[in-house]
């Protein structure tokens, strides 16, 4: 039990460190400009409170049990003698992680509030998901084949661009969000410690270029899906009208 906890005065610290900047922030505003009432206050503090005991809790987790796990699953899966079988099954782990995150829950219950359901949250949340997951597949890849970054990165952002450029403002505001949002707790914490895993036991690859290159690679993901759905809902308008 105590093993559990090893490490945690650390966390409690970091956490700190991260919460305590924004709570001053808010305590600033709240006295020059928002002047709340002390009931909404106090929901405020109550929920940072809570995120302060679920941030640190989930953290200490990540600690000793997402990132140990994670290396583990990496270095098993570099020694297998059939290793590409995992490319498919990295589009699933890929795909429910992205799923899982919470932040992108956040944001597509967001957007389909704003857009009055234009925008379907579930169709958004697949989408974003389903491009985590091939863009996992293709991070394994590169790892197992040795392809450098620069042959997906430059012409995805290029296509992004382009895309963007045709796209509407609302579906390129949202492509850009998903890209940083969907790279949060479990796309950084469990995947990334799986590729630093795979790439050290696979010869000749760099855990940090190779590893921490996923994240790149997952980042680019959801804008390039989230502009290609831009591109079907115009299609679709244009044919109504």
Do not use: C, H
């Amino acid at each position: 039990m105590m093993r559990i906890f090893e490490g945690f005065p650390a966390v409690l610290l970091d956490v700190t460190y991260a919460l305590v900047p924004l709570l001053l922030f808010f305590l600033l505003f709240q006295v020059i400009f928002l002047r709340l009432k002390w009931r909404k206050v106090r929901d405020v503090l109550v929920g940072f409170m809570l995120t302060y005991v679920g941030l640190s809790l989930f953290l200490q987790g990540v600690n000793v049990g997402f990132i140990p796990i994670g290396e583990k699953m990496g270095t098993v899966i570099g020694g297998l003698r059939y290793r590409y079988i995992f490319i498919p099954i990295g589009f699933v782990l890929g795909f429910f992680a992205a799923y899982a995150e919470p932040a992108l829950q956040v944001l597509t219950k967001q957007v389909e509030r704003i857009t009055a359901g234009a925008i379907p949250r579930k169709v958004l949340l697949v989408t974003i998901s389903i491009g985590v997951g091939l863009s996992i597949m293709l991070s394994i890849i590169r790892v197992f084949v040795g392809f450098s970054i620069w042959y997906f990165v430059l012409p995805g952002y290029l296509i992004s661009f382009y895309l963007a450029r045709k796209s509407s403002k609302i579906f390129t505001a949202i492509a850009f969000d998903s890209g940083g949002i969907v790279t949060g707790p479990m796309i950084s914490t469990f995947m990334l410690s799986l590729f630093v895993g795979l790439a050290g036991v696979t010869e000749g690859r760099d855990p940090l270029v190779d590893g921490f290159g996923m994240i790149a690679l997952v980042a680019l993901a959801p804008i390039l899906s989230v502009l290609f759905l831009g591109k079907l809902y115009s299609k679709n308008r244009k044919g109504a009208s």
